[in-house]
């Protein structure tokens, strides 16, 4: 894309400029000389949007991108980076337009650092390693070209630190708390479907499938309707119920300490009272303690075979 912008593609234009041995005329019927204009405006192997006018259509391919941040080595030299270029560069000045279209602008450093520093004699150090940063960004926030990191190669690195805005990816699911209203509904309305069926004549394979299927969208439909819509993210707590969110939007609202002293007391209560009630179901239901911890699990206990002297277990010392 930079290439492009600056018209310094590998094209015919090009390698008549640098003086190279390859073709340098388009390969379409009209044999001219392959330049950029040529390419995006004129040339009929280029394919184009149906009905977009050709000549407009390049300056619009940027559109769709956003940039937080665009570096590189764009070999372009101009006045505005680099005090020691004279005259005006009209390819920076449309690398300079084309940057303020994706919402990002040449960064400038208050005291001017060389960022290529040539092999060759006789090449004096320029900055033609740029880079563009958000226009909206911190007032003051510039890169640092650390030519403590140069190596071997010619070029310094360009290092620069971007804030960025916490982002939070939520998932909405259906959910039904236990014990909630919700649940209560559901469950109504199941059973009052369950009590309509009729199963006076299920004497075939085809008339229990139909009830089955009867059953299944019956439950989804008392599902769909009563459950209720839940964003779900990394803060998503288990434990977390009705009177906690009440109090969360309270707290909200009036930011005052005796809120924030209720939210911390539901939240307490709601902790002790699902901890209580998982430790209550592991202890006294299932009987399964490997539950709390998930790096365990259930494990098959051992075989054992006696080994039998005339049809009897030897498993006592006493001889017979």
């Given at each position: 894309m930079s290439r492009s912008i600056l018209n310094h593609a590998p094209i015919g234009e090009y390698r008549r400029r640098f003086n190279l041995s390859e073709e340098v005329n388009c390969s379409c019927h009209n044999g001219g000389l392959e330049t950029r204009a040529h390419i995006l405006?004129?040339?009929?192997?280029?394919?184009?949007?149906?009905g977009a006018p050709a000549r407009l259509e390049h300056k619009n391919y940027l559109e769709f991108l956003?940039?937080?941040?665009?570096?590189?080595?764009?070999?372009?030299?101009?006045?505005?980076?680099?005090?020691?270029?004279?005259?005006?560069?009209?390819?920076?000045?449309?690398?300079?337009?084309?940057?303020?279209?994706?919402?990002?602008?040449?960064?400038?450093?208050?005291?001017?650092?060389?960022?290529?520093?040539p092999h060759a004699r006789g090449l004096v150090p320029s900055v033609i390693d740029l880079m563009f940063l958000p226009q909206d960004r911190l007032v003051g926030l510039t890169h640092e070209v650390r030519t403590d990191w140069i190596g071997p190669s010619d070029h310094a690195p360009l290092c620069v630190t971007l804030p960025i805005r916490?982002?939070?990816?939520?998932?909405?699911?259906?959910?039904?708390?236990?014990?909630?209203?919700e649940e209560s509904l559901f469950l109504q309305a199941l059973l009052t479907y369950i009590k309509s069926m009729d199963i006076s004549n299920i004497d075939t394979r085809d008339a229990?499938?139909?009830l089955i299927a009867g059953l299944a969208r019956a439950c989804n439909d008392a599902w769909n309707s009563n459950a209720k819509t839940v964003k779900v993210n990394t803060r998503s707590k288990a434990w977390w119920n009705a009177d906690c969110a009440t109090a969360m939007r309270q707290y909200r609202?009036?930011?005052?300490?005796?809120?924030?002293?209720?939210?911390?007391?539901?939240?307490?209560?709601?902790?002790?009272?699902?901890?209580?009630?998982?430790?209550?179901?592991?202890?006294t239901k299932n009987k399964r303690p490997w539950d709390l911890m998930n790096w365990t699990k259930q494990r098959n206990l051992p075989t054992y075979e006696a080994i039998c002297y005339n049809e009897a277990p030897c498993n006592t010392m006493d001889w017979k």
């Open positions: 405006d004129q040339c009929p192997k280029y394919t184009r949007k149906r956003e940039l937080q941040c665009m570096a590189g080595d764009f070999n372009c030299h101009s006045s505005v980076w680099d005090p020691r270029h004279e005259g005006n560069n009209h390819v920076a000045t449309s690398l300079i337009d084309a940057a303020s279209d994706l919402g990002v602008e040449v960064s400038v450093q208050p005291v001017r650092t060389p960022t290529h520093f916490a982002t939070e990816v939520a998932s909405e699911r259906l959910a039904m708390p236990k014990g909630s209203k229990l499938e139909d609202q009036s930011r005052s300490p005796a809120d924030y002293g209720a939210l911390r007391r539901a939240t307490k209560a709601a902790k002790r009272q699902f901890f209580d009630e998982r430790i209550e179901t592991i202890a």
